[in-house]
Nanobody, 124 residues
Framework: QLQASGGGLVQAGGSLRLSCAASGRTFSGYNMGWFRQAPGKERVIVAAITWSPGITYYADSVKGRFSISRDNAKNTMYLQMNNLEPEDTAVYYC???????????????????WGEGTLVTVSS
């Protein structure tokens, strides 16, 4: 029901735009998030956006470089990633969470729907 796309290989300092297309249900009423998992590491929150009024949250490591947005009319979420660093290399996942307090946006265990990941590789 969620499909992430847009990953690829990019040089450090480059940009990528990830998309998360939803199908089968409308996700406009859900909080949405992007997570990433590097080899041998836990899955961690990158950015999240609430269902309304679209409050955003970013991990400290990506603040000022990444931007999350959603287009409810298209049932799609985006992650614009600029000034990429080798440390950003990971599999990126999109996920949807029932309406929850902001304090719960960063918890992957509270997300109900997950998409298949898309690999982002940043070369130095």
């Amino acid at each position: 029901q969620l499909q992430a796309s847009g990953g690829g290989l990019v040089q450090a300092g480059g940009s990528l735009r990830l998309s998360c297309a939803a199908s089968g249900r409308t996700f406009s009423g859900y909080n949405m998030g992007w997570f990433r998992q590097a080899p041998g590491k836990e899955r961690v929150i990158v950015a999240a956006i609430t269902w309304s009024p679209g409050i955003t949250y970013y991990a400290d490591s990506v603040k000022g470089r990444f931007s999350i947005s959603r287009d409810n009319a298209k049932n799609t979420m985006y992650l614009q990633m600029n000034n990429l660093e080798p440390e950003d290399t990971a599999v990126y996942y999109c996920a949807a969470q029932d309406r929850s307090p902001l304090s719960r946006l960063g918890r992957p265990d509270l997300y109900k729907y997950w998409g298949e990941g898309t690999l982002v590789t940043v070369s130095s």
